[in-house]
């Protein structure tokens, strides 16, 4: 299995390995771009360094995030990050996103600093630009981005395909998993748990708790989920307008009394879960439509993985490569 935790070479030399791998195994080339991006902290400081490394100029902003660090803190990671590379003279940082800046780029990522993308931030961008989205195309949250705004600017948005085998993101979906239900007290071996799942997870998801020794059984919803005695619920559910509320926790409730509700993916009224007394995972509850644990968790080899996974399907569709079945890049 995947490693569940932060490997001990986990590091800045590492991650620039994984990063430069990554470029080479994509083919990867911004040269003579202009790419806007996010300054982060920790593994998500990858994604201006991948983007300057590829060729590209680049503006990271960021904003302040309450659970990421400052606007100053991600500045100063990405911009050690990036000297560590060679790039520190490729990338110009700032604590805005000004209008300058999204007038002159080719590419601009959806990334959380950055995000939500409104439809003013949009109309200042070149209809030939190209928004990149750091996720599958079936993926898409409504909130982050004004879709409406870039059909009537023709501004084109790429989502990029995880599970196409250079960018291979969604092999960590199953240790992802595992990871959440240890943060919550549980080791998956020997355990019963079924996996409420109506996308493209599934398959991950079961794989890797059977791969942890879990006895693992798939249900599309929670109409489908049987009476038994589980020990865990995984929610791994397309988010909906509104949360699952009382009715579908209260089914879950009685049809798996005292299991561990572990909420992966899918929007959950946690109000309810508490009235009706269920246990639920993680603790702190996820953004509207976010997961419940992020990928870096497990380090940053998924998260090299998706950034340059999604500049690459942003160069594509900048370029003009017409998307392919089953290809990097695909259009929303």
């Not at 991948?50 to 904003?63: D, K, T, Y």
């Not at 600017?153 to 960018?167: F, K, L, P, S, T």
């Not at 006895?215 to 619920?233: E, I, K, N, Y």
């Not at 009715?247 to 946690?270: H, K, S, T």
């Amino acid at each position: 299995m995947l490693e569940l935790v932060r490997r001990r070479d986990d590091t800045p030399e590492t991650m620039l390995e994984s990063i430069e791998r990554r470029i080479g195994i994509l083919g990867l080339d911004l040269r003579g771009l202009k790419v806007v991006t996010e300054a982060a902290t920790g593994a998500y400081a990858s994604t201006a360094v991948i983007a300057a490394l590829a060729g590209a100029r680049v503006h990271a902003c960021a904003r302040h995030a309450s659970r990421h660090g400052s606007a100053a803190e991600a500045i100063a990671a990405t911009r050690q990050l990036a000297g560590q590379a060679g790039v520190g003279d490729r990338i110009i940082f700032s604590d805005v996103v000004s209008a300058p800046v999204l007038r002159g780029c080719d590419i601009l990522t959806n990334s959380g600093r950055l995000r939500p993308i409104t439809a003013d931030m949009v109309g200042l961008l070149s209809p030939r630009a190209v928004i990149a989205l750091m996720f599958e195309a079936w993926e898409f949250r409504g909130a982050d981005l004004d879709l409406a705004a870039c059909r009537k600017r023709g501004v084109r948005v790429a989502a990029v395909n995880e599970r196409h085998a250079d960018v291979a993101v969604f092999s960590f979906l199953g240790p992802l998993l595992v990871c959440l239900l240890r943060d919550a007290g549980m080791i998956a071996a020997g355990k019963r748990i079924a996996v409420l799942c109506d996308n493209p997870f599934a398959d991950y998801l079961l794989a890797g708790l059977t791969e942890a020794g879990a006895h693992a059984s798939l249900f599309p919803g929670v109409p489908a989920l049987p009476w038994g005695r589980w020990d865990a619920v995984v929610l791994s559910l397309l988010p909906k307008e509104e949360p699952l509320g009382h009715d579908g926790l209260a089914a879950i409730a009685a049809r798996a009394p005292d299991a561990l509700l572990a909420q992966f993916w899918g929007d959950v009224d946690r109000g309810a879960a508490s009235a009706l007394g269920l246990r639920l995972c993680p603790r702190a509850e996820p953004g509207r439509g976010h997961m419940g644990i992020l990928l870096n968790r497990l380090g940053h080899e998924p998260i090299v993985r998706l950034q340059a996974g999604s500049l690459k399907a942003a160069e594509m569709v900048w370029r003009g490569v017409a998307p392919e079945k089953d290809g990097i890049a695909s259009l929303l």
